[in-house]
């Protein structure tokens, strides 16, 4: 188990309902006070075994949790140093490898307010697996949709990609373990339905869609894929494709 799992099962947490973040900072040595701050989100300062976190009170309450867990991880893998953390440092899925204080600040915040132990079983039992079922589940742990959605992209067994744009392409892309090897084209085709969640600002039904509107491969286009798209509070659009032919990971994946 990684580290906030292992702190979540020493305070014998089994349900997302006793992620109380507040309750396992105090078992930690810290305090959370929510305060306004003035040019960054969240602020861990430290002193020996004794910490404060101060977190932006106006931000959304998935926001808050999120920057709790995060100045947590600063306070697991950091201790000692204090962190001052402005939106931009905090929950920014960039991509799976980077590995610098913040990454494994934000790490540490997912696994403490989605732990596998915990989560797993319930991904597994998604069905359908979609962004109303991740949304769902989103809420009942009190996480964002687009780190629940990233957590059941690493943990689930089907072949789906979730992947964010603007209206300039390709932001970010998170393939599951089974379709690892595709690659969304970079540029974003303006018939697809992450277009289509942008231009609505809504959550869309799921549709069948040529994977030519979301690969960039010679004779794709003799496959279709599913794809359900929503827009997030950044203003991005977050798409889950799932891959219903095979052959479209046994030719190009
Ligand atoms: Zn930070």
């Keep these: 188990m990684r580290p906030a799992e292992v702190l979540l099962s020493d305070l014998g947490i089994t349900s997302p309902a006793d992620i109380d973040v507040d309750a396992i900072a105090r078992c930690v040595g810290a ?17 020996r075994d004794r910490a404060v976190i101060y977190v932006e009170r106006k ?7 999120f920057s709790v867990g995060h100045e947590l991880g600063h306070w697991h893998h950091h201790r000692g140093q204090s962190f001052v953390c402005r939106p931009d440092d905090i929950g920014r899925p960039v991509d799976e490898a980077s590995r610098n204080a913040e990454r494994l600040a934000d790490a540490y915040s997912a696994d403490l307010l989605l732990p596998p132990y915990i ?9 359908p697996l ?25 943990m689930t067994k089907e072949p789906v990609i979730l992947v964010a744009h603007n209206l300039l392409g390709r932001k970010w892309q998170w393939p599951s373990l089974k379709a690892a090897g595709l690659r969304v084209r970079d540029d974003v085709d303006p018939r ?33 894929v599913r794809v359900q798209s929503m827009t997030t ?17 046994e030719i190009y994946g």
Excluded at 131 to 154: K, Q, Y
Aim: net charge neutral; charged share 25%.
């Design 119 to 127: 989560i797993g079983p319930l991904i597994e039992r998604l069905s």
């Design 59 to 65: 931000a959304s309450k998935t926001r808050r949790r």
């Design 192 to 224: 697809s339905s992450a277009i289509s969640a942008i231009a609505t600002n809504a959550l869309t039904n799921e549709r069948k869609e040529p994977a030519s509107y979301w690969f960039d491969r010679r004779h794709v286009e003799q496959f279709d």
């Design 31 to 47: 305090e959370v006070d929510y305060r306004t701050l003035v040019g960054c989100e969240a602020q861990i300062v430290g002193y």
């Design 233 to 249: 509070s950044e203003g991005e659009s977050l798409s889950l494709i799932r891959i219903t032919e095979l052959g479209l990971i």
């Design 130 to 154: 979609n962004l109303h079922s991740i949304r769902e589940l989103a809420g009942e742990f009190g996480a964002s949709v687009t780190s629940t959605a990233i957590r059941t992209m690493r």
